[in-house]
């Protein structure tokens, strides 16, 4: 199958700085990645959709000021959270999906904010 | 919008059994329907997935059955192995690059 990176895989940040994580397609192009946030035994839960070229749609409830997405180029998306809070903490994960609906997911981001 | 229901939660079986986990959705217009196996601390894997125009597929011991009219899809794994424990996600698209949406998971143990 297709190959999705994550990076950096942890990261501790102190409450109020700012964390950045990026996906990468790593042999295929993708117009289009979706962000998504995972808490503990809980299911997947779409935060936004990353439009390559365009401005990220967010999902209800999602803050876009918080949760700044940019699609840098057909093979990066990056996910930035800002003046991030102990409640940010979660294991986010990106996918992006192939024209043939395949999505393959990244490996995930854990982030802890102290 | 579409929503997806997932049943069971929590699933156990003996090694060597059969292990069937259920789904259903409300939009008819989704016609992707994947499955997804997640390790603790990893991202999904993509392990089957089936589309509308076809009511089954096997992948060697996984298998999906999609009965359209009723809006259900299920996940059959068989001869199941101790690496097969892990929390297994079904999901809904409506195919393409569109976003998917999924169940709540059903965390499958394997017994030795």
């Known amino acids: 199958g297709a190959v999705v990176s994550q990076h950096p895989s942890r990261v501790i940040c102190k409450s109020g700085t700012s964390v950045k994580i990026e996906c990468r397609s790593l042999?295929?192009?993708?117009?289009?990645m979706f962000w998504y946030r995972q808490f503990p035994k809980q299911s997947l839960m779409l935060m936004a959709t990353?439009?390559?070229?365009?401005?990220?749609?967010?999902e209800q409830g999602v803050e876009k000021d918080k949760f700044l997405i940019n699609h840098a180029s057909l093979t990066l998306s990056t996910l930035t959270v800002t003046s991030a809070h102990p409640e940010d903490s979660s294991f986010y994960i990106c996918?992006?999906?192939?024209?043939?609906?395949?999505?393959?997911f990244g490996p995930g981001t854990r982030l802890t904010v102290t | 919008g579409e929503n997806v229901e997932q049943h069971p939660s929590t699933l156990s079986v003996q090694e060597g059994d059969s292990a069937v986990i259920k789904c259903t959705y409300s939009?008819?217009?989704?016609?992707?329907f994947p499955w997804y196996k997640q390790e603790l601390g990893k991202g999904p894997q993509l392990i089957i997935d089936?589309?509308?125009?076809?009511g089954e597929k096997k992948d060697q011991r996984i298998a999906v059955t999609l009965n359209k009219t009723a809006k259900h899809f299920s996940l059959h794994i068989t001869e199941t192995q101790p690496e097969d424990s892990a929390v297994y996600f079904c999901a809904a698209s409506k195919g393409g690059a569109q976003k998917l949406v999924f169940g709540q998971g059903t965390r499958l143990t394997i017994n030795p």
């Open positions: 996918s992006a999906p192939l024209a043939s609906s395949e999505q393959y």
């Open positions: 042999d295929f192009q993708a117009t289009t």
């Open positions: 939009d008819s217009a989704s016609n992707y």
């Open positions: 990353s439009n390559e070229g365009s401005k990220a749609t967010y």
């Open positions: 089936i589309r509308s125009n076809v």
